[in-house]
């Protein structure tokens, strides 16, 4: 039994000891964490730091399980597509085949994300054909492209009727990283579900999208990959932004999937004017410091009125580049029925002129254009202008046959084009970087202008 | 009787409720939970009628049971069951901290340090020259010559010397042991773990500058010490915080100690800190600078730390890799052997120049042979470091850790009897 | 079963005590003020808190962190279930047969009227329940046809003493056709997953007589804790539910000779109300809320009121209780429907979440009313 004052002075001793030890240890723990997390960031070190959680189990166990937990709530909506190639391959003959056995056919497996019961998105480009459903049986369980953004690539698609689960879009700027996201990819087999980390990033802004994309640095993620949180969100899709892979947000994608419910092929904004970069003589010889150069108007174009061979484009409604491949995805980005107020430098005089801004125009039968030269003995040559008649030919084709009739005139050839048959559609030979091949181009009066 | 055919119907309810599944089967952790709690600490009593730890047991248990025999306890069971680890590791550490008494430490500090010196730098330094010598001939995958092949000799040494002091303090809390021999060995492999993890980090980071492109860190001293000292310092002053709960309140003590492991478990991790020292800090304030009074918190302990015990190494046991054992068994077994002919003969040289040379000093080595949980994590560092290599180093170190695993805690407890320190909390 | 003066006594199970005086205190003084009844009702505080925690409110707990509770939901549904078992051992060994008919009289009202009424009524109304309908209806018939379980003391009177087994009794009906209807709409052979649970349920209440009594005090934490795992694990593995492994283990430690019902009792009773109190929290953080379940809860609410007062009238007699009392103590809820609900939630999923959010939604506003009712089974002041 202790007596009471000597208890008392204990565990008043014991008290103040304790009330020390925690004011060091914060004070130590204070300065560590100074050293630890200093503003100015350390020396970056690849390697995980040395030591690691004890006695855990390994992460890829713990995302192995996550995988599987966030796989049921997904899966019903995905979709794995065969797409075929997007340009109708090159005549071969057995020489080419022989010269390479194992040449890719072409074929590209890609994950669709179902939005309705009969409709899914996927990233596809805008020739792309679907040729069938990994997993599908043909016939009622064929899939196919309703409308194709051309500029962002995405596409809504007809797809067999199945339930769908809800999508929830997790908006890209309330996603934390670095975190780990689930890759959905289409393969031969279907699709694949994978983790793949995203480092610590900000958004950048990109011209063909309305809101910011997130890099996703040296990933190997395939293009038009879907990507969905440990939670089921759907983050967003992968796109190539300036050469890189970057993520565009889902909202974004869903947005413009929507749209292209409303509307059958939307056409992107063409101002009918080519354009080239301002080099340095050009930039002394029109006295403009920035911007990119016309080099071109089409006559009937919305800018025919406005501009100008040599003119120098310097703003746009506030933004400038000089950068042509920027300018002409940008513009074809706006919305049609809008006018955009550009600024020139025309002989070294800054001034402003307005355009109305309007879809490209309605592509008119192959036949109306004034394309065709005489090849003597040969057939018919394909001028420049038939790339915008909207035709299947290409400048520098040769057009051997038309029809029954060999080596035909122009006018022979615009006679042929003129006569419709009952499918809309004519086919003749041409001669194209020295091979023979069949192309079938639209007759007159058929509104679908492009060439399959 | 009465035991046994109790465990006989819970084995074949198990058994029944897998056989009749259901479609939407509710993945969930209380079916093995349950399982392990009761059937587990049934066959640990049981290995306690053959004088062996109970801990055994707990492994028998999670081995029979687990993927590679019976099944019962499936790989994604296993994962679940795991939950508990870092709740598991703080509550052995704070059990450790609060049988360290410094005061009485001091009489056996210079024996500690010789033990630890000699026995770490000596088995580590003798085994790196093997490895060495020998590793065109191990299973270890090609690493070349040269500083390279030094650099994986020195981090394999480092892994395979490394003790376990979850798996020691677990058999010495569990058979309620107290004594020299008790205190000695645990100060020891505390001591000897945290001087294996410093070096493994430097000989980690000559790996890295000679077999990698990564320029030296120089940061990594500063890393360190965050995460070795602060946690140390962290966990004194949840520490100080218990003591004063204890001083203060005094009621609901179990629960309180359950919310000092759960908060060690779960705040450490994310701030890089390591459990066990923060645990063991934590242990070392209550018993040092505010010992409690009565038996409140040692029977709060012994009715928390059971249930955590039982589960933490059944789960052991389940995790135990059978087939890995199979493979490289050979090689695991020579290396294991070497190990402990190194451990025993430097602790018998050591012990002529021990203070104490009686009993306890003696008898240290048989509780330095146990390996287990932090060997694991480690060795999983060098595997994602050194994807060649690594990755077949990590296989030996998972075959050695099976074998320890289950032979330390027999020595251990065979010591602890030979030294009459059971049953004497 | 004789109480010893070792063990407390096992009686009907306590889960909605009222709140002691002491602290009761403030509500009772305010009440003139309020209009509303002094006693404080955990239903209501429990699930708005679950609410208010969840998704729908400042999602605190988000739902990662519900999956990561649903083992606590189990442990909790297997605790409810030991004490149903306990509670309806006791109250079967002191009922009549009289109170037997009274009990299957006042189900055979109150289920059919809910379910049948819900089911044309949503049919009629052109609601779009998903999941099966009439599976649906049926779980809901059962849940709202349980009620709060009554405290009686040695001063209550034999009135208040028959109505409170009535109370209690009610419970059968959707432990036994709950569970089975769970069991079916989880698919697979189901008389082989129903006799699964309930011989799982036994063999472990067996295996803990045979470890209860002989063990020492830590030893039987272990045991007890690994019992009730076991039981929750069996329930959520089989497709059924714990409540139904829970109460047969219960019932198996009643009838065995020795103390392993006190045991249970004693060791798991600090852990009810907190494992109560949790599972109502999911609940509520785990409800949705749209006009299909506002329509149900809606319908709900009128024809339990309805079925349970034409009940309290026609059993009356019967049961020589008066109507009034036993309106009054039938129409108080309690967990149970809200236990089998997130039972239902958790293991069919989305598609039956309206039959959670239902119950859930209904016992709130039934517990709402009750307040208002006058306390005719509580002794004067």
Same mark, same amino acid.
């Given at each position: 039994m202790t007596n009471g004052p000597s208890r008392q002075a204990r565990v008043s001793r014991e008290s103040r000891l304790l009330l020390l030890t925690v004011a060091v240890c914060a004070a130590v723990l204070l300065l560590l964490a100074r050293l630890r997390f200093p503003d100015a960031p350390l020396a970056v070190d690849t390697a995980a730091p040395p030591l690691e959680r004890l006695a855990a189990r390994a992460s890829y166990d713990a995302l192995a399980a996550d995988i599987q937990r966030v796989e049921p709530m997904i899966a019903p909506n995905l979709i794995a597509l065969r797409v075929a190639p997007e340009l109708p391959p090159a005549p071969l003959d057995l020489r080419d085949v022989l010269a390479r056995p194992d040449a890719p056919s072409g074929v590209r497996h890609v994950a669709a994300l179902r939005i309705s019961r009969d409709t899914a998105l996927a990233s596809l480009d805008p020739g792309a054909r679907i040729d069938g459903i990994v997993g599908g049986t043909g016939g009622a369980d064929r899939a196919a492209v309703l409308a194709v953004d051309p500029v962002r690539r995405i596409a809504r698609i007809r797809v067999p009727d199945a339930p769908v689960r809800e999508i929830a879009p997790l908006p890209l700027a309330s996603l934390q990283t670095p975190v780990y996201v689930v890759v959905v990819e289409g393969t031969q087999a279907g699709v694949t579900l994978r983790p793949v980390f995203l480092g610590r990033g900000d958004r950048f802004d990109s011209v063909r999208w309305t809101r910011p994309l997130l890099p996703l640095g040296g990933m190997a993620v395939t293009p038009g990959a879907l990507l969905f949180s440990l939670e089921g969100e759907f983050i967003g899709t992968v796109v190539v932004e300036d050469g890189a892979p970057a993520i565009a947000g889902g909202r974004d994608v869903l947005d413009i999937v929507g749209s292209l419910a409303s509307s059958t092929r939307p056409a992107p904004l063409d101002l009918g004017v080519a354009v080239q970069p301002l080099t340095p003589a050009l930039a002394a010889a029109l006295a403009a410091e920035r911007g990119v150069v016309v080099s071109e108007v089409a006559p009937g174009g919305a800018a025919a009125a406005a501009l100008e061979p040599a003119d120098v484009i310097t703003d746009v409604d506030g933004w400038s580049t000089d950068n042509p491949h920027e300018f002409l995805l940008r513009l074809a980005s706006r919305q049609a029925g809008t006018s955009a107020t550009i600024a020139i430098v025309r002989n070294g005089e800054p001034r402003t002129v307005t355009v109305p801004l309007e879809? $490209?125009?309605?592509?008119?039968?192959?036949?109306?254009?004034? $394309? #065709?030269?005489?090849?003597?003995?040969?057939?018919?040559?394909?001028?420049?202008?038939?790339? $915008?008649?909207?035709?299947? #030919?290409r400048p520098g084709d040769v057009i051997t046959r038309a029809g029954a009739t060999a080596a035909p005139t122009p006018a022979e050839v615009r006679r042929f084009l003129a006569t419709p048959t009952p499918t809309g559609w004519a086919t003749l030979m041409v001669r194209r970087d020295g091979r023979q091949r069949v192309v079938a181009v639209p007759v007159a009066g058929r509104s679908d202008a492009a060439a399959r | 009787?009465?035991?046994?055919?109790?465990?006989?119907?819970? @084995?074949?309810?198990?058994?029944?409720?897998?056989?009749?599944?259901?479609?939407?089967?509710?993945?969930?952790?209380?079916?093995?939970?349950?399982?392990?709690? =009761?059937?587990?600490? /049934?066959?640990?009593?049981?290995?306690?009628?053959?004088?062996?730890?109970?801990?055994?047991?707990?492994?028998?248990?999670?081995?029979?049971?687990?993927?590679?025999?019976?099944n019962l306890i499936t790989s994604s069971m296993a994962r679940d069951l795991q939950v508990v680890n870092g709740f598991a590791l703080a509550l052995i550490a704070l059990v450790a901290g609060l049988e360290l008494n410094v005061g009485r430490l001091r009489t056996y500090l210079r024996d500690v340090l010789l033990v630890v010196g000699t026995v770490m730098v000596g088995t580590w330094g003798v085994l790196t020259v093997v490895l060495w010598l020998a590793w065109p001939w191990l299973p270890l995958g090609d690493v070349g010559g040269g500083l390279p092949r030094l650099a994986a000799a020195l981090i394999t040494?480092? @892994?395979?010397?490394?003790?376990?002091?979850?798996?020691? =303090?677990?058999?010495?809390?569990?058979? &309620?042991s107290r004594g020299p021999l008790s205190e000695l060995i645990m100060a020891v492999v505390v001591m000897a773990d945290l001087l294996l993890i410093l070096g493994f980090a430097l000989a980690l980071q000559f790996g890295r500058s000679t077999m990698s492109s990564v320029p030296t860190d120089v940061g990594l001293g500063v890393q360190l010490s965050w995460e070795i000292f602060g946690s140390l310092a962290f966990g004194a002053i949840v520490g100080a915080a218990f003591a004063a709960y204890l001083r203060v309140v005094g009621r609901e003590i179990t629960l309180a100690l359950l919310a000092v492991c759960a908060l060690l478990a779960v705040v450490a991790p994310l701030v890089h800190f390591e459990i066990i020292l923060a645990a063991l800090a934590a242990g070392l304030v209550v018993e040092n600078v505010a010992p409690p009074e009565g038996d409140n918190l040692r029977i709060a302990i012994e009715r928390?730390? @059971?249930p955590v015990l039982i589960v933490f190494f059944a789960a052991a046991g389940v995790s135990l890799q059978l087939d890995v054992?199979?493979?490289?068994?050979?090689?695991?077994?020579?290396?294991?052997?070497?190990?402990?002919? /190194?451990?025993?003969?430097?602790?018998?040289?050591?012990?002529?120049?021990?203070?104490?040379?009686?009993?306890?000093? &003696?008898?240290?080595?048989?509780?330095?042979?146990?390996?287990?949980?932090?060997?694991l994590g480690l060795a999983t560092i060098v595997a994602t470091e050194f994807p060649g290599w690594g990755a077949q180093v990590r296989t030996l170190i998972v075959a050695l850790t099976g074998l320890h695993i289950l032979i330390g805690p027999i020595l251990l407890k065979a010591a602890l009897q030979r030294a009459g320190e059971i049953n004497k909390i | 079963m004789q109480p010893r003066g070792e063990w407390p006594e096992i009686g009907p199970d306590h889960l909605d005590p009222p709140i002691p005086e002491a602290q009761g205190g403030w509500l009772r003084r305010r009440r003139p003020s309020l209009g509303a009844r002094a006693t404080a009702a955990p239903t209501l505080l429990f699930v708005l808190l679950g609410v208010a925690l969840g998704p729908l409110g400042f999602n605190i707990l988000t739902r990662t962190a519900l999956s990561h509770l649903q083992g606590a939901t189990w442990v909790a549904l297997a605790v409810i279930g030991v004490f149903i078992g306990l509670g309806l051992a006791a109250v079967t060994a002191v009922s009549t047969r009289r109170t037997i008919a009274s009990s299957a009289t006042i189900a055979l009202i109150t289920i059919p009227t809910v379910a049948v009424g819900l089911y044309l009524l949503a049919a009629q109304s052109g609601i779009p329940l998903p999941g099966n309908t009439l599976a649906g209806s049926m779980l809901i018939g059962l849940c709202a046809s349980v009620s709060a379980a009554l405290q009686t003391t040695a001063r209550s009177t034999a009135e208040v003493r028959h109505a409170a087994r009535l109370a209690d009794l009610d419970d059968v009906p959707l432990l036994v056709f709950g569970v089975a209807i769970v069991a079916a709409l989880a698919g697979g052979s189901v008389w082989l997953r129903l006799v699964a649970t309930a011989a799982a349920g036994g063999a472990i209440g067996l295996a803990g007589w045979l470890l209860f009594e002989r063990a020492d005090d830590s030893e039987r934490g272990v045991f007890v804790t690994g019992a009730v795992l076991l039981l929750a694990g069996t329930g959520a593995f089989l497709g059924t539910s714990p409540l139904m492994s829970g109460c047969l283990a219960a019932l198996v430690w009643v009838r065995a000779p020795g103390a392993a019902d006190r045991i249970t009792a004693r060791d798991l009773r600090t852990l009810q109300h907190p494992l109560v109190a949790l599972m109502l929290i999911i609940a509520g953080a785990t409800v949705e809320w749209n006009p299909v379940v506002l329509w149900v809860t809606a319908y709900v609410v009128v024809l339990r009121l309805a079925a349970k007062l034409l009940a309290s009238v026609v059993v009356a007699r019967l049961a020589r209780v008066s109507p009034a009392l036993l309106a009054t103590v039938l129409l108080q809820p309690g967990v149970m429907g809200i236990a089998l609900g997130l039972n239902v939630a958790q293991m069919l999923g989305d598609d039956y979440l309206w039959i959670l959010s239902a119950?859930?939604?209904?016992?709130?506003?039934?517990?709402?009313?009750?307040?208002f009712l006058p306390r005719i089974h509580e002794e004067p002041a």
């Open positions: 879809a $490209a125009p309605a592509e008119g039968s192959p036949g109306d254009s004034d $394309a #065709f030269t005489s090849e003597r003995g040969v057939g018919t040559r394909v001028g420049p202008d038939a790339r $915008a008649s909207g035709s299947g #030919f | 009787m009465a035991r046994a055919a109790a465990l006989l119907l819970i @084995l074949a309810t198990v058994m029944g409720v897998q056989r009749a599944g259901s479609p939407v089967a509710t993945s969930t952790v209380t079916l093995p939970l349950g399982f392990a709690l =009761i059937a587990a600490y /049934l066959l640990g009593a049981a290995a306690e009628r053959v004088r062996l730890p109970r801990l055994s047991g707990y492994l028998l248990f999670g081995l029979l049971c687990g993927p590679f025999l019976l040494a480092a @892994l395979v010397t490394s003790f376990s002091p979850t798996v020691t =303090i677990a058999v010495i809390a569990e058979s &309620r928390g730390a @059971l054992l199979a493979v490289v068994g050979p090689t695991a077994l020579l290396v294991a052997a070497a190990r402990f002919a /190194l451990i025993r003969g430097i602790t018998a040289w050591v012990v002529r120049g021990a203070a104490h040379a009686e009993t306890p000093v &003696r008898l240290v080595w048989m509780g330095l042979i146990s390996q287990a949980g932090v060997t | 119950v859930t939604a209904s016992a709130v506003v039934s517990e709402i009313l009750g307040l």
